[in-house]
């Protein structure tokens, strides 16, 4: 199964900063061309996770100045739509996902941003206040731990059933997770 979160789980005392992976121009994290930042570390640790090497918060090489310089760039190319966030998981990650996106937000304010994570939209409401600004700053989220009992690979963006596709926007407005309207879109 997977490990609920715990109070301890603050991003100041768990993340290293470290990055897994980048991948720019990419198509399936998310609607559109996307560029990818897959932050080192989580606590989650679900079984049948896609991407269980970046659990560690030493995977990969330490986020820096150059990569976030890169993204950025590759953020500001017409085609691409935004900016997804995985891991790893990136809500114990919130000093390096919070330097993309603030940036991203300032100089490229048309792009969206979409993150998974293990956290339920629920959780971050009642959580940190770094957790609760990179969600404010998130205009999708994929939420939930993910469930090798519910894996469904026909689901749109997920995993398993219980995951859900999440306008934070909207969610904050209402107080209450609503579901993001693309997926009707999607048939």
């Known amino acids: 199964m997977h490990r609920a979160p715990e109070p301890t789980w603050l991003a100041d005392r768990v993340s290293q900063g470290y990055v897994a992976d980048y991948k720019p121009f ?3 994290d ?3 061309v996307r560029c990818s930042l897959y932050v080192s570390g ?6 049948g996770c896609f991407n269980e090497d970046a659990w560690s918060f030493r995977c990969g090489a330490p986020f820096d100045r150059e990569l976030e310089d890169r993204i950025l760039a590759d953020l500001a190319h017409p085609g691409v739509q935004g900016l997804s966030l995985l891991g790893g998981e990136p809500m114990l990650n919130t000093g390096v996902c919070l330097a993309v996106v603030r940036r991203m ?3 490229l304010p048309g792009k969206d941003v979409w993150c998974w994570s ?3 939209f629920e959780q971050l409401l009642a959580d940190s206040a770094d957790k609760r600004e990179l969600l404010e700053q998130i205009d999708v989220l994929v939420d939930g731990p993910f469930n090798i009992a519910q894996r469904d690979l026909t689901l749109a963006f997920r995993g398993s059933r219980n ?3 999440v306008d934070v926007k ?9 579901e993001w309207a693309g997926l009707a879109q999607l048939g």
């Open 42 to 47: 989580c606590l989650f640790a679900c079984d």
């Open 118 to 120: 293990g956290y339920r």
């Open 163 to 165: 995951q859900r596709v």
């Open 105 to 107: 937000r300032a100089e």
């Open 30 to 32: 998310g609607e559109g």
């Open 26 to 28: 990419t198509f399936v």
């Open 170 to 178: 909207a969610s904050l407005a209402a107080g209450e997770a609503v």
